[in-house]
């Protein structure tokens, strides 16, 4: 299954970035083969307003089914939340760690957003 890891790096030993539509990268990971994409966020994460609709309009046409994160704001989550792309907030350490977490069922999914929207 495909999976999205909001991140500060290009790389599975990157650290998780805390923010979703805001991240510097999104990775992309296959939890069965451990195989990832980089999204760039960077026009997401310099932008005026939008920025998790416009990420979680991405990470779905990646096919995601799932998105691990520190903080998703409400506008981010119903998008993310029509798409079928369950959420899990308050993410850290490594992509790689996370991503271990996740497989080993260490993550609740959330039902609605964790932080205002705009921080």
């Given at each position: 299954m495909k999976i999205a890891v909001t991140s500060k790096g290009q790389d599975l030993n990157a650290e998780v970035d805390p923010r979703f539509g805001r991240a510097a990268y999104?990775?992309?990971v296959d939890t069965d083969t451990l195989e990832f994409e980089?999204?760039?966020?960077a026009s997401n994460k310099n932008s005026m307003k939008g920025a998790g609709i416009q990420a979680a309009?991405?990470?779905?046409d990646k096919g995601a089914k799932v998105l691990l994160t520190g903080f998703c704001g409400p506008n981010a989550y119903k998008?993310?939340?029509a798409a079928d792309i369950k959420v899990?907030?308050?993410a850290t350490g490594t992509i790689q760690n996370v991503v271990d977490q996740y497989k080993a069922g260490k993550f609740e999914f959330a039902t609605s957003a964790n932080?205002?929207?705009?921080w």
């Open positions: 999104v990775i992309i980089v999204i760039d966020n309009s991405g990470i779905a998008t993310l939340e899990a907030n308050d932080v205002d929207g705009h």
